[in-house]
């Protein structure tokens, strides 16, 4: 009977290794939403529209998992919300929420993307404020998630301005991109370079970050050429070359963190593993989206090969993740 002495019952209880190992989610877990809406964003700039709606789902489930987290802590658990939320990983609840947001932004659902491009603004200063507060010299690659975040919330601005013709969202959504570079010039002078050999897998946000500004520069060039008229000649001049530069940046720090990664390997998974997922699949898609709106169609092959080592990595950290996940659980199985 369940519940007996000899067989006890599967289901969670307070103290159970499902509940125990939930409650032990860092506010960082948001990569793992953001890894997968990129890919699934990936997924659909390359014809791939049904893995890219499975990859939604998912990334929508794990964001309202995550979604009523953030609440419950926030009213029962203030003091640990309070702590939490001056890690540099609490900036991924807006980043996370602005990829989700531009994902629905492709299936039309233009209601639901203002409301969590809304909800990512109102987070978005009170977590960043909080955040930067704690910044010393030394940080780990989480440091670069102001950018993200930053960033995050100029590319959702740029794609709703052209889906909406909103130039007002569009001139807002520049405003952003450039201060997004700004705080990543800052993370950067705080970032511990040992990072590169020694990180557990969020070390790769430093490329992460300079690749979704190459994607909020690319989205800004397609809202001007949407017919919004949004700035003159010497202008989109300026941003072209300032997202090419980015972009060769983001893959010149792929290259140097991927060869990291081969000559100091760091096999065992980590939660900071999805920060590793996310910014291979933002190069990617940054990489198509700079081919199309700068009308590079020698990089398009390069974007899709870049998207499925970042489905291979997705994959792979996923799997990590359950077997993790699982293991307490099985230990603790009946005999």
Request: charged content about 10%.
């Amino acid at each position: 009977m369940p519940g007996s002495p000899a067989r006890p019952s599967p289901a969670p209880s307070p103290g159970s290794p499902l509940r125990v190992w939930w409650a032990q989610w860092p506010p960082a877990a948001g990569a793992a939403v953001m890894a997968t809406g990129v890919v699934s964003i990936g997924l659909h700039l390359t014809g791939y529209d049904v893995l890219s709606r499975v990859t939604l789902a998912l990334a929508g489930a794990a964001w309202l998992a995550l979604a009523a987290d953030f609440v419950v802590r926030l009213v029962r658990k203030r003091e640990r919300w309070l702590t939490e939320a001056g890690t540099p990983g609490a900036l991924t609840a807006v980043a996370a929420t602005t990829v989700l947001g531009t994902r629905v932004i492709a299936l039309g659902r233009h209601t639901l993307a203002e409301a969590l491009l809304a909800l990512a603004a109102v987070l978005w200063p009170v977590l960043l404020v909080t955040v930067v507060r704690q910044w010393k010299r030394g940080m780990p690659g989480s440091v670069f998630l102001c950018c993200v975040a930053t960033q995050g919330l100029a590319v959702q601005g740029a794609v709703l301005a052209e889906a909406e013709a909103a130039a007002w969202l569009a001139h807002t959504a520049l405003v952003l991109f450039w201060l997004g570079l700004v705080l990543y010039g800052v993370a950067l002078a705080l970032f511990d370079l040992r990072q590169v050999a020694e990180g557990a897998g969020d070390q790769w946000v430093a490329g992460g970050a300079l690749a979704v500004s190459a994607l909020a520069g690319a989205e800004l060039l397609a809202a001007d050429d949407g017919g919004l008229y949004l700035w003159n000649n010497d202008d989109t001049g300026v941003l072209r070359t300032v997202t090419a530069g980015l972009l060769v940046l983001s893959l010149a720090w792929y290259a140097v963190l991927l060869v990291a990664e081969v000559r100091w390997p760091r096999p065992r998974y980590d939660m900071c593993r999805w920060a590793t997922a996310f910014p291979m699949g933002m190069t990617a898609v940054a990489t198509l989206s700079v081919a199309s709106a700068a009308d590079v169609p020698s990089l398009k092959g390069p974007g899709q090969a870049l998207l499925w080592v970042a489905v291979a990595a997705w994959l792979a950290v996923a799997a990590a993740a359950l077997v993790t996940a699982l293991a307490p659980v099985r230990s603790r199985a009946p005999r």
